[in-house]
């Protein structure tokens, strides 16, 4: 038994019984009726995703700037840097830059050319048009697609297709809208998560990727999910409670200093963990381990321990465990 | 070198022990609900194992198609709520109570692994239901993993994040709960702290 003031705790109290298999199973009770009534009562919060073929139906104008992105090398994929490519769009660190390219993706090849091809053995007409754009020059590219990307601030949705003024796009104009036909399709899906050595489907990591930038941000914003609106801890369906335990970082991350930060994601991630490891240091730093102490809520939380050993101080040694 | 066995059979007695998972008696002090918040959060880890293997064993999308599997995962989603919930009570009361004192830094340490490790735990478990916020966050939440140079856990792959969530990650944060509450057994709650007039009777029994 530690001497009293060592460790600053008491040493005088005695052992009651206790059926120590009642508590849990009591607990155990209560938490199956808790968990059980609430499913019952409110199911579990879905909110239909944003898959490539609604989006290509539902905004055709805006899919193919967010394609076309991926042409100009604009795109938030096409840019970002690893450990997808060598980008440096969403280069936040150096030890990002160390890991290096872990799951490669060229944005204009395995979002574009590759699926087209595929759709091209459906429909040959995409072949020249596809042929075309291969064979140009880097610089040529980037030209056709900043030039079409910009005229798409004028697009108009006519017979299914989106029609922009006529200008220089070689045939970027027209391998949009084939990509946009895909979509709309549904079948990009299969064209995005391929893996030729294997049957099953696990990885859908391009899939995923493709929508990455406006079109996920314009669908995540109405229901406050962005970072900058503590999206983290915010349901997608109102009402219902979110990741709440990660209100700590979601705070961190409206701080001046992190929002304006081209490494934010990073730094609220970073100081999040900092603040960790003060809780779990918290025994051993000086002074903050006193605070409860001093607090004194522990003196409601054995208020009964406190209250029988005051009125009755004569609690008999040989009771002492 | 000491024998291993012998040196095994040592440590495992007192924690392989019925005295000490199934006490008849506890501290006078450790009454009550503030003394539930623990048993409550491991009763909802309980829970959240139980609705799990239901959604493992079924598929990870069968929710989405099937009425039965959809309320295993209301359950689920239930239960998450209820164990962080009844843990950050826990954490709460843990704190106000100073309860590492006593040679209890360790039991706080395992505690604060825990609570570190359920939260990707939770989160994968979201990336993998295949909603818009499972989309949305396993895009966004990408970002600050790749800057700490995590970029090996790869949000976007729901594959990975299938098998982080229903075996890696459960099975740390499993060994880490069984870590927590055996040295909450072994060494059991920390004694309250000396409030003046107890003190008092103390120094005095002391004497």
């Known amino acids: ?321 | 070198m000491a024998n291993w066995t012998s040196a095994s059979r040592q440590a495992l007695a007192d924690l392989l022990s019925v005295d000490t998972w199934l006490p008849e008696t506890m501290p006078e002090y450790a009454q009550g609900f503030m003394y539930m918040l623990g048993s409550l959060t491991a009763s909802s880890f309980v829970v959240l194992v139980l609705s799990g293997v239901v959604l493992a064993a079924n598929g990870p999308a069968s929710w989405s198609y099937n009425g039965a599997d959809r309320f295993a995962a209301a359950v689920h989603f239930w239960a998450v709520q209820a164990f962080f919930f009844f843990m950050m009570l826990h954490l709460w009361r843990v704190f106000f109570t100073g309860a590492w004192r006593g040679g209890r830094k360790e039991t706080w340490l395992l505690g604060a692994l825990a609570f570190l490790i359920a939260i990707p735990t939770a989160f994968t478990g979201y990336l993998i239901n295949g909603d818009f916020y499972s989309q949305w966050n396993a895009v966004q939440a990408k970002d600050g993993l790749n800057a700490l140079g995590l970029a090996w856990v790869n949000l976007p792959n729901a594959g990975q994040m299938f098998g982080m969530h229903v075996v890696v990650l459960p099975l740390t944060l499993s060994a880490l709960i069984f870590g927590h509450i055996a040295r909450v057994r072994l060494k059991g709650v920390v004694p309250p702290y000396p409030a003046a007039q107890v003190q008092t009777h103390t120094s005095k029994e002391g004497q």
């Not at chain 1, 979110?242 to 609220?268: E, K, L, R």
């Open chain 1, 1 to 321: 038994m530690a001497a009293q003031g060592q460790e600053d705790m008491v040493t005088q109290y005695q052992y009651v019984p206790e059926d120590f298999m009642k508590h849990l199973m009591g607990t155990l009770g209560i938490v199956s009726v808790l968990v059980l009534v609430l499913a019952i009562w409110f199911g579990v919060p879905e909110e239909a995703p944003l898959t490539i073929q609604k989006d290509a139906l539902q905004n055709p104008v805006a899919f193919e700037a967010m394609t076309t992105r991926d042409l100009n090398g604009q795109g938030r994929m096409a840019s970002y840097g690893p450990p997808y490519n060598d980008g440096t769009g969403n280069l936040e660190s150096v030890v990002q830059k160390w890991v290096g390219i872990l799951h490669p993706l060229n944005a204009e090849d395995d979002f574009i050319v590759k699926p087209l091809e595929m759709a091209a053995t459906v429909n040959p007409a995409i072949t020249p048009v596809l042929n075309r754009f291969e064979s140009a020059s880097p610089a040529q590219k980037v030209l056709w697609a900043n030039n079409y990307e910009t005229a798409l601030a004028r697009g108009t949705v006519k017979n299914g297709l989106v029609v922009v003024p006529s200008g220089d796009y070689g045939p970027v104009s027209t391998l949009m809208n084939d990509t946009l036909k895909l979509g709309e399709s549904g079948l990009m899906s299969g064209a995005l998560m391929r893996n030729p050595n294997v049957v099953t489907r696990f990885n859908n990591q391009n899939y995923e990727l493709f929508l990455e930038g406006d079109p996920l941000h314009t669908a995540a914003a109405p229901l406050q999910l962005k970072g900058t609106q503590w999206g983290i801890i915010h349901s997608a369906v109102p009402g219902y409670p979110g990741a709440w335990w990660m209100t700590i970082p979601s705070w961190i991350y409206q701080w001046p200093f992190v929002a304006n930060s081209p490494a934010n994601d990073g730094i609220a991630l970073g100081l999040g963990f900092v603040v960790w490891v003060l809780l779990a240091v918290t025994p051993c730093i000086p002074g903050w381990n006193r605070v409860p102490r001093l607090l004194g809520v522990y003196r409601l939380i054995w208020k009964d321990y406190y209250h029988q050993h005051t009125a009755d101080p004569a609690v008999p040694p040989e009771n002492l465990p």
